[in-house]
């Protein structure tokens, strides 16, 4: 029914509005957030060397956690450019490359690790839960 309907989509139209009014206030007309941390990474020398390994990790995580490569550019790259001047292209390519690489890797690293429901790497617990997909002789 409409009320059912409503009282599903309720938490997802509360995320997207808290998402709209936190970039709202994170943009240039009020807290101006994205200049206030590039002038700060701009300023130091270290946090800029340190930045594509930043990027990077934070990638790796995120992509791990969402699961989508769209979803992770998606969050990131903006971050990015937000972070970086874009008067400096090199090192806007760089930390971008780092994005990317992030997911990259987590495409790599996911073949390796087997899902908990493979048959090799939980044979005992599958054998106990689904006991007809094996044949005993």
Not at 54 to 59: E, I, M, P, Q, S
Not at 65 to 74: E, L, V
Not at 106 to 135: E, G, K
């Amino acid at each position: 029914s409409l009320v059912q309907g409503f009282k599903a989509m309720t938490p997802a139209i509360m995320i997207l509005s808290l998402a709209w009014t936190l970039s709202g206030i994170c943009s240039a007309d009020y807290l101006a957030l994205g200049n206030f941390v590039g002038n700060v990474v701009s300023g130091n020398a270290v946090i800029g060397v340190l930045l594509p390994a930043l990027f990077f990790a934070v990638a790796i995580g995120l992509s791990f956690s969402t699961g989508t490569s769209w979803g992770t550019f998606g969050i990131m790259i903006p971050i990015v450019t937000a972070v970086i001047n874009t008067n400096n292209v090199s090192l806007l390519a760089l930390n971008v490359a780092a994005v990317l690489a992030g997911y990259a890797v987590t495409i790599f690293l996911r073949s390796q690790i087997p899902p908990f429901w493979h048959p090799q790497a939980h044979s005992a617990t599958i054998l106990i839960m689904c006991p007809h997909r094996f044949r005993m002789l």
